[in-house]
């Protein structure tokens, strides 16, 4: 289970099953759209406006 944190307030905002383990790290397009996430699972998802990745 992955977690995303407000850092303002030290807050999880968001749980999600998207990666079966640690995410190692996550990386932002210019524009803020996307955003790729890198797992300890040997996975990369990418994450558009928001939305939960696909398969």
């Known amino acids: ?27 932002l397009s210019q524009d803020g759209m996307k955003l790729a996430s890198g797992s300890w699972d040997r996975t990369v998802k990418l994450w558009e406006g928001g939305a939960e990745p696909t398969e």
């Open 1 to 27: 289970m992955n977690r995303f944190w407000d850092l303002s307030n030290g807050r999880c905002f968001r749980t999600i099953k998207a990666h079966t383990a640690a995410i190692r790290g996550i990386t």
